[in-house]
């Protein structure tokens, strides 16, 4: 799958999709409803990457320690909107406000589209450098 950044404004962003076909209702469900968990995870403030305390830890993790705190002592990390999906022909395209959400989103966004959905492509654009 190929993978595109552009220019990014994380309060104004558009992802594109690309499927190898002209997506069937099942794939447009399965894609919106990947889409719509990873923005009510990054609305809860899931993609804070100053609290990443269990990651940090590293591959053991039996018995670790847990700061409780860990939350509060970072700044916040909170998507703030998301648009309708749109679709036209192998292309499907939504609009996200990422807020102050960190970078980790992105990565978490495109290793769950890289499992098996008929995507040939992921391409991130700013609103003011939209082109297709």
Request: negative net charge.
């Amino acid at each position: 799958m190929e993978i595109q950044f552009r220019e990014i404004n994380p309060f104004d962003v558009w992802i594109w999709l690309k499927f190898s076909t002209n997506p069937s209702a099942r794939e447009k469900q399965y894609v919106e409803e990947v889409f719509n968990s990873w923005f009510y995870l990054g609305k809860l403030g899931a993609f804070n990457a100053e609290n990443l305390q269990v990651q940090d830890t590293g591959l053991d993790i039996s018995y670790m320690n847990y700061d409780e705190q860990g939350y509060d002592k970072s700044l916040l990390a909170l998507m703030h909107n998301m648009g309708e999906f749109e679709y036209e022909g192998q292309w499907g395209r939504c609009w996200f406000d990422l807020g102050t959400s960190d970078a980790i989103a992105l990565d978490i966004l495109i290793n769950a589209l890289t499992q098996e959905c008929g995507l040939n492509k992921i391409q991130n654009y700013a609103t003011c450098g939209l082109a297709v």
